[in-house]
C-alpha cells in the first residue's frame, strides 16, 4: 500500500489533478479496466514514444535556447521533475502537461522519461493544460488570452467562474480577452513583445480600431512609454478630439506605368500598386484577401 503525497499546486490545479485507483475507463469503450503497464497516480517511466502531444497546449511557441539548456541539463541530472499523462489505451498515453520537458528529454536523447499518469476528459485537459502553463510557463499575453476565451467556449464556464479557476480576479480576465478585440498588427505585436502589456492596456481602452492603429503606430515610431500613451488617450478622451496621421505624398508615376498598372489591376482583378524610382527600378504590389484568392492570383500567374 502506497503512501498519498501531498503535491503543492495551484488551487485550480490542485482541484483537478486527483490522484485516481490503479483501474481507468477506456474512453472508447466506456468500460473500467485493469491497467497493467502502471499505476494510475503514481509515478512511472513511460517511453518518449507513446506519449502523443496535447491537442489542448495553449503555448505555441517554446525557446529553442532554452530547450537546449534544459537538455544538457537532462543529459547530466536526468529529469527531475516528471511530466503528466492521461492513459489512452494500452502503453498509450496523452501529455497533460510538460511538453517543453518531454521536448527537451527527446533532445536529451532519452527513450523512457518519468511521468504522472492521470485520468482525464477533455474538458480537465483543456484547464489542466492552460493552469498548468499560466502557472510555470508565463505565456505571452495573447496566448493566454486565446487560453482563457478557449476555456470559455469550449468548457461553458462564464468569466468568473474562470477567474477562480486560474486565480485570478474578473477585471484581470476581462482584460485580457479584450485584447483579442484589438486589430491583428497590434495583436501581433503584443505576442512578439513589440509592445508592453500596460501598451495593450492603453489601446484597449479606445473604441475606434484606427485610432488605436495610430497610437500603436506612435509607439513605435517615438518609443513612447506606456504613460505617454495613457496621457495621449485621456487628453483624446477629453478633449473628444481625434487624432489625425498625417497623410503620405502619393507617389506619381508616369502615363505609361499608370497603365500598365491599370491592366494588371483588370487581368488579376484586384488593385495592382506599382513602384516605380529614378532609373527604372520599382515593384509590383499583388494584395490578396484570402488564401482562395492568393490561389487564384497564382493560378492566373501560372505558378
Known sequence: MSKERKIGLGRGLGALLNDSPEVM??????????????????????????VEVNPFQPRFEFDEDALRELSESIKLQGLIQPITVRQMGHDSYQLISGERRLRASKMAGLTEIPAYIRTADDQQML?????????????????????????????????EELGDRVSKNRSTVTNYLRLLKLPPSIQAAIRDNKISMGHARALINV????????FFQEILDKDLSVRKVEDMVRSMKQTGVKPVPK????????????????????????????????????????????????????????W
Open 207 to 214: 473604441a475606434d480600431p484606427s485610432t488605436q492603429l495610430f
Open 25 to 50: 475507463r477506456d474512453r472508447n469503450s466506456g468500460s473500467i479496466t485493469d491497467n497493467p503497464s502502471a499505476a494510475l497516480g503514481s509515478v512511472s517511466h513511460i517511453s518518449v514514444s507513446q
Open 127 to 159: 484547464e489542466m493544460a492552460l493552469i498548468e502553463n499560466i502557472q510555470r510557463e508565463n505565456l505571452n499575453a495573447i496566448e493566454v488570452a486565446l487560453s482563457f476565451q478557449r476555456m470559455i467556449d469550449e468548457c461553458a464556464i462564464n468569466q
Open 247 to 302: 497623410e503620405k505624398k502619393s507617389e506619381v508615376i508616369s502615363f505609361q506605368y499608370q497603365k500598365i498598372q491599370d491592366d494588371l489591376s483588370s487581368k488579376f482583378a484586384t488593385r495592382i500598386k506599382m513602384k516605380v524610382q529614378e532609373g527604372g527600378k520599382g515593384s509590383i504590389e499583388i494584395p490578396f484577401l484570402s488564401d482562395d484568392d492568393l490561389n487564384r492570383i497564382l493560378e492566373l500567374l501560372d
